[in-house]
């Protein structure tokens, strides 16, 4: 079966630190996958999405970007932070046909 | 510009009455509509999903309503129990690399 993990689950950074988040799927190959944002109490925002190893389409334009170095991994990073990146961040993938989106358990940044 | 619009923004059910989502598209490209549950501090879980050559689809207490001349499907939840409690999504996609979700509903089940 398949399985997607996303570490850290929680996370505290200052305005203006780097920001790194991990995505990982165990069980299944050449998946599509996903970075969305949730503010709190709100929709999901879709931040990047990725077909192949190194195809990146980016959603919003912001101080976020994404890189995928391997087949089942996903990054969204950051070279500085600001206050409005403070969110619930999900990665998710995708089997890319006939097939729905499975999310990840998130991670919780907060920007002080 | 939002591809699927959502609505109530919260609803507040009696344990045991029918909770009712709605949602509208205005993309006729899109054949995919999935629903998701989401308890707080979780990702969100698949629910339900349809395609619009069928007008219903029924999994247990769950069911999907399809308008497809409209735009529009909703979830109907029967028979709503406190552990139903949770923010429900909708989404709609057309060419699977991207799907386009709601703004979510949070239902509150009281016992």
């Known amino acids: 079966s398949q399985t997607i993990h996303q570490w850290p689950a929680t996370l505290v950074q200052p305005v203006g630190s780097p920001l790194s988040l991990e995505c990982t799927v165990e069980?299944?190959?050449?998946?599509?996958l996903y970075w969305y944002r949730q503010a709190a109490g709100r929709g999901l925002q879709l931040l990047f999405y990725s077909v192949g190893i190194g195809q990146i389409s980016s959603e919003v334009p912001q101080n976020l970007s994404a890189s995928r170095p391997q087949d089942r991994q996903f990054i969204l990073s950051s070279k500085k932070l600001l206050l409005s990146d403070s969110g619930f961040y999900l990665c998710?993938?995708?089997?890319?046909?006939?097939?729905?989106?499975?999310f990840g358990p998130g991670t919780r940044l907060l920007v002080l | 510009q939002q591809q699927v619009k959502q609505s109530p923004q919260s609803l507040i059910v009696q344990k045991g009455g029918i909770s009712i989502i709605n949602c509208a598209y205005e993309n006729t490209a899109f054949d995919y509509f999935p629903w998701y549950q989401q308890f707080p501090g979780k990702g969100p879980a698949l629910l339900i999903a349809?395609?619009?050559?069928?007008s219903e689809k029924k999994e247990g207490r769950f069911t999907i309503s399809f308008n497809k001349s409209a735009k529009q499907f909703s979830l109907h939840i029967m028979d709503s129990q406190p552990g139903d409690s949770a923010t429900y999504f909708c989404?709609?996609?057309?060419?699977?690399?991207?799907?386009?979700f709601g703004s979510g509903t949070k239902l509150n089940v009281k016992p």
């Open positions: 069980g299944t190959s050449n998946p599509n």
């Open positions: 989404a709609a996609s057309w060419d699977f690399n991207k799907f386009y």
């Open positions: 349809i395609r619009p050559d069928v």
């Open positions: 998710a993938w995708a089997a890319g046909g006939p097939e729905t989106q499975y």
